[in-house]
């Protein structure tokens, strides 16, 4: 079946710096990536929502120049934040839809904890 | 607005024991509705996916059933594991790309 390899899995990173998350499609072309994150006790919300070659899409709420989301191949999407803050720890995750089935795949998630 | 709640928010249970979780959405008017599996910090394992057109979805012990017009999901598990200890999130997709999950149902089976 389909798969989107997700890295890393879990990182720890100081304040103030930049952290990537990448989302890989591996046996499939993804035309659309969407970001999610999860806060404690909370449930899976949608940050942005990009398209391949082009400029993302974010949600209320969601500042574009702290999450940098490029998506500039079928299969490769990576999510930067910058200047990271504690309140930035949050578990990230990506989900993927298949130009060729139209499904969706949700990649492992990240854990990012700024300390 | 378009809403997705999840009762119980806990629950637990003995082994061999058959349960119920529920989700239910503010709008009838559903392209999807997912059901997933996610284990302690980890990512999201696809469990059963209900079309709009159908009204559940068997796979192995679980069994999910839809009632739009009461906008309503069940997610059934038969005969209970401890390894089914793990986080059940309910999404729906309605008329869009994005789904729209739920907290979830933290579920612990004891041995």
Known sequence: GAVVSQHPSRVICKSGTSVKIECRSLDFQATTMFWYRQFPKQSLMLMATSNEGSKATYEQGVEKDKFLINHASLTLSTLTVTSAHPEDSSFYICSARDRGTTGYTFGSGTRLTVV | ?111
Not at chain 2, 6 to 31: H, K, M, R, W
Not at chain 2, 103 to 109: A, D, I, P, Q
């Open chain 2, 1 to 111: 607005k378009q809403e997705v709640t999840q009762i119980p928010a806990a629950l637990s249970v003995p082994e061999g024991e058959n349960l119920v979780l529920n989700c239910s959405f503010t709008d009838s008017a559903i392209y999807n509705l997912q059901w997933f599996r996610q284990d302690p910090g980890k990512g999201l394992t696809s469990l059963l996916l209900i079309q709009s057109s159908q009204r559940e979805q068997t796979s192995g012990r679980l069994n999910a059933s839809l009632d739009k017009s009461s906008g309503r999901s069940t997610l059934y598990i038969a005969a209970s594991q401890p390894g089914d200890s793990a986080t059940y999130l309910c999404a729906v997709r309605w008329t869009g790309n994005q789904f729209y999950f739920g907290t979830g149902t933290s579920l612990t089976v004891i041995p």
